[in-house]
């Protein structure tokens, strides 16, 4: 089974609006971590948010935030007026176990396309 | 933010010779860093976790002998493609484990490998 899943290969949002990019994840462990990165064009993968899978409330990061619901399994980045800027692939990611486990296992990812 | 540069961002070598890769915590010292390969349009595979001042742990088929990673000191870690091959052309991207106790990676820009 995968452990995370994206089920949108690709997404379009008009500039300033809001946009949210799904992530469903599988774990038995009750502790683990859950990241988004971004990959532009030019390849680097940004860090962009994370949630501790104990953390009471949902993260946040500037236009970033993560609608973690545990119950459903899922931690969807929600991305607040667009900008063209964010046009790039965004990649979702797991690590199981405490925080002093490394690994991460990263979703396919979404390919976001901001229009004007 | 922690910042990890890696070089050479792209190299086209002939069949047979091997390539080395550079990995470097800018900003932080890093004991664990990664290697993943990332192929077009797919996602980012580990391949190893790289340890300061021991062995590399290498993922379920990746070829020890083939990808000779070091990790001398804690800024450093480098990856090694020896007697490259046209199949061992890829995007291939380190990160380190930030200096934070989430474990966030913070990754280099990539480097792309053409082997001819």
């Known amino acids: 089974a995968q452990k995370i899943t994206q089920t949108q290969p690709g997404m379009f949002v008009q500039e300033k609006e809001a946009v949210t990019l799904d992530c469903t994840y599988d774990t038995s462990d009750p502790s683990y971590g859950l990241f988004w990165y971004k990959q532009p064009s030019s390849g680097e993968m940004i860090f962009l948010i994370y949630q501790g899978s104990y953390d009471q409330q949902n993260a946040t990061e500037g236009r970033y935030s993560l609608n973690f619901q545990k119950a459903r399994k899922s931690a969807n980045l929600v991305i607040s007026a667009s900008q063209l800027g964010d046009s790039a692939m965004y990649f979702c990611?797991?690590?199981?176990?405490?925080?002093?486990?490394?690994?991460?296992?990263f979703g396919t990812g979404t390919r976001l396309q901001v229009f004007p | 933010g922690a910042v990890v540069s890696q070089h050479p961002s792209w190299v086209i070598c002939k069949s047979g010779t091997s390539v080395k890769i550079e990995c470097r915590s800018l900003d932080f010292q890093a004991t664990t860093m990664f290697w993943y390969r990332q192929f077009p349009k797919q996602s980012l595979m580990l391949m190893a976790t790289?340890?300061?001042?021991?062995?590399?742990?290498?993922e379920q088929g990746v070829e020890k002998d083939k990808f000779l990673i070091n990790h001398a000191s804690l800024t450093l870690s480098t990856l090694t493609v020896t007697s490259a091959h046209p199949e061992d052309s890829s995007f291939y991207i380190c990160s380190a484990r930030g200096p934070l106790a989430k474990n966030i990676q913070y990754f280099g820009a990539g480097t792309r490998l053409s082997v001819l």
């Open positions: 790289s340890n300061e001042g021991s062995k590399a742990t290498y």
């Open positions: 990611a797991m690590r199981e176990g405490r925080w002093n486990t490394d690994k991460l296992i």
